[in-house]
């Protein structure tokens, strides 16, 4: 079993609270947590809860030959598991310390105290004996695990029943449930184990301890006890030292808790015979709580439809009356259509810049030159060498923008009426581009040379 080690924040805070007489789940320090025992639809089957720690209990008969040294006994044997399910720090397929002290713990409890009438299994002496087989298998681990495992193997004891038998000569006739009624366990008391968990070599002591603090613990004392106040059997684990009066203190602790324990036993035990003989429904589904997530079944609501009509029309009448406004499809473009309130689609217009210009006309250009952008596109300011160029409406002149060098560009304006194209070849190396007028003066003199 490999646990994940606890931090020493985790550990200083646990001590802490104990010292201060606090439990994490609120208990006192020698209280129990809430326990629940649960029945199967068969005999010998049950489910003990001990706060969040659950074992599952079944019990199975069989008949086979008697040990040699005890020819007129039965033989009883117990099986505990753990398996990953309860605990990832488990191991499948190999028995831990843990696993075996357990184990030997239960057979002490249970087989040693001489609980059950071993005798009364015999069928013939010396060649058939009833074989009684426990098997508990952990399905969640919270700490204690030997208290809910022996409340969980005497309860499905208890609650078991074995086929009638009988002997005519060297012949056994077995009996199934419908011809004959199955035979209770001859059961003469009932061992309850009772932990107590020591901190600090003894100085404060917890009953029932939970998995965080049996990680804390300095040890650990099991006592079995029955309702009539006689040890069965105990145990200390640890390697610590305890005093006589602590141990008789654990004692009287011990035999309280088992007086409550063992009359809620009897009590589950006569409330399942009851319902079993009355008709009624039992099993494990039906002991889960209805109006839950995890629920089989839930009880159906009665509803009354009687006036369902006239309140239907209670309320159509008080209700207010519907809008006369029909929305009506608006149509953008052909193919296409809108209804509602919505955003007009401003695809394809113009902006305010680029109206203006088309309306102040021209099909001139201004090349700009001078400020570069950051994607490599260069343009000019507005103007030539007299000052920025007016247009006839005052209206700012469009941006031509170039990627390379020398490349011509093609500026595109979605209008109804599509005017001409305009282009214009710019290069990055040329300077600020000359009005028309000194164009034509150069000219001149060109022709005048």
């Given at each position: 079993m490999k646990e994940t080690p606890l931090s020493n924040c985790e550990r200083r805070f646990l001590l802490r609270a104990i010292e201060e007489k606090k439990r994490l789940d609120g208990r006192q320090t020698y209280d129990y947590r809430n326990i629940r025992i649960s029945f199967g639809t068969d005999y010998g089957c049950c489910i003990v809860e001990l706060g969040k720690t659950r074992v599952l209990g079944q019990v199975s008969c069989e008949l086979v030959s008697p040990k040699l040294n005890r020819a007129t006994e039965g033989i009883l044997f117990f099986n505990l598991e753990l398996s990953q399910m309860a605990a990832p720090a488990f191991?499948?397929?190999?028995?831990?310390?843990?696993?075996?002290?357990?184990?030997?713990?239960?057979?002490?409890?249970?087989?040693?105290?001489?609980?059950?009438?071993?005798?009364?299994?015999?069928?013939?002496?010396g060649e058939k004996v009833w074989q009684i087989r426990v098997d508990l298998h952990l399905l969640n681990h919270d700490g204690n695990i030997i208290d809910a495992a022996s409340i969980a193997a005497i309860v499905a004891l208890c609650h078991f029943r074995r086929p009638d038998v009988s002997v005519q000569g060297d012949e056994v006739t077995l009996y199934t449930p419908e011809e004959r009624?199955?035979?209770?366990?001859?059961?003469?008391?009932?061992?309850?184990?009772?932990?107590?968990?020591?901190?600090?070599?003894?100085?404060?002591?917890?009953?029932?301890?939970?998995?965080?603090?049996?990680?804390?613990?300095?040890?650990?004392?099991?006592?079995?006890?029955?309702?009539?106040?006689?040890?069965?059997?105990?145990?200390?684990?640890?390697?610590?030292?305890?005093?006589?009066?602590?141990?008789?203190?654990?004692?009287?602790?011990?035999?309280?808790?088992?007086?409550?324990?063992?009359?809620?036993?009897?009590?589950?035990?006569?409330?399942?015979?009851?319902?079993?003989?009355?008709?009624?429904?039992?099993?494990?589904?039906?002991?889960?709580?209805?109006?839950?997530?995890?629920?089989?079944?839930?009880?159906?609501?009665?509803i009354d439809t009687s006036d369902v009509e006239e309140k239907a029309e209670e309320i159509i009448a008080?209700?207010?009356?519907?809008?006369?406004?029909?929305?009506?499809?608006?149509?953008?473009?052909?193919?296409?259509?809108?209804?509602?309130?919505?955003v007009e689609n401003s695809w394809g217009d113009l902006e305010d810049s680029e109206k203006e210009d088309?309306?102040?006309?021209?099909?001139?250009?201004?090349?700009?030159?001078?400020?570069?952008?950051?994607?490599?596109?260069?343009?000019?300011?507005?103007?030539?060498?007299?000052?920025?160029?007016?247009?006839?409406?005052?209206?700012?002149?469009?941006?031509?923008?170039?990627?390379?060098?020398?490349?011509?560009?093609?500026?595109?304006?979605?209008?109804?009426?599509?005017?001409?194209?305009?282009?214009?070849?710019?290069?990055?190396k040329q300077e600020k581009a000359p009005s028309k007028k000194p164009v034509k003066r150069r000219k001149k003199k060109r022709a005048a040379n």
């Open positions: 191991e499948p397929g190999r028995q831990s310390d843990l696993l075996v002290k357990l184990n030997r713990l239960m057979e002490r409890c249970l087989r040693n105290s001489k609980c059950i009438d071993t005798e009364s299994l015999c069928v013939v002496a009624d199955p035979v209770p366990l001859s059961i003469h008391h009932m061992p309850i184990c009772v932990s107590f968990a020591f901190f600090q070599q003894g100085t404060y002591l917890l009953v029932d301890p939970n998995e965080r603090e049996e990680r804390v613990m300095d040890g650990l004392l099991v006592i079995a006890m029955n309702k009539h106040r006689e040890i069965c059997t105990i145990q200390s684990s640890g390697g610590i030292m305890l005093l006589k009066d602590q141990v008789l203190r654990c004692s009287k602790i011990a035999g309280v808790k088992v007086a409550e324990i063992t009359e809620l036993i009897l009590k589950a035990l006569e409330n399942d015979q009851k319902v079993r003989k009355e008709g009624g429904k039992f099993g494990f589904a039906e002991s889960i709580a209805n109006q839950r997530i995890t629920a089989f079944k839930m009880e159906k609501a009665p008080e209700a207010e009356p519907p809008s006369e406004v029909v929305s009506t499809p608006v149509l953008w473009t052909p193919g296409t259509a809108q209804i509602g309130e919505g088309d309306e102040g006309g021209g099909d001139q250009a201004i090349i700009l030159d001078g400020i570069k952008m950051d994607t490599g596109v260069e343009v000019s300011d507005i103007g030539s060498q007299g000052g920025p160029k007016h247009w006839k409406n005052g209206a700012d002149a469009p941006i031509i923008l170039s990627d390379s060098e020398e490349e011509e560009m093609i500026i595109l304006e979605p209008d109804k009426n599509p005017k001409k194209i305009r282009t214009q070849t710019t290069s990055a």
